[in-house]
């Protein structure tokens, strides 16, 4: 898998406790593993959100009513 070399700016006491936790020869793994563990918890309560406003009765109004002020031409036919 490719990889990139980045930079990141942490604080003081976090990056001295990455330091003494975790070893050199396992730190990129170890930041990647948590920054993939992290986006995929952001993706899934996004998604979750997404659901809640999809079953959402104030939000179908909203839908239903903003639909009305376009003509048929600007309607977005919803591929689901």
């Known amino acids: 898998m490719a990889s990139r070399k980045m930079t990141f700016t942490l604080p003081e006491d ?7 936790s975790v070893p ?6 170890y930041v990647a593993t948590a920054i993939a563990a ?3 918890e ?8 997404c659901e809640i406003a999809n ?3 104030d939000v179908l109004e909203i839908e239903t009513s903003m639909d009305s ?7 977005v036919q919803e591929p689901w």
């Open 24 to 29: 050199g020869s396992q730190r990129s793994q």
């Open 38 to 40: 992290k986006l995929r």
């Open 69 to 75: 002020w376009a003509d048929e031409s600007d309607r």
């Open 55 to 57: 079953h959402s009765a």
């Open 14 to 20: 976090l990056a001295d406790e990455f330091l003494r």
């Open 42 to 49: 952001r993706e899934e309560r996004q998604i979750h959100a």
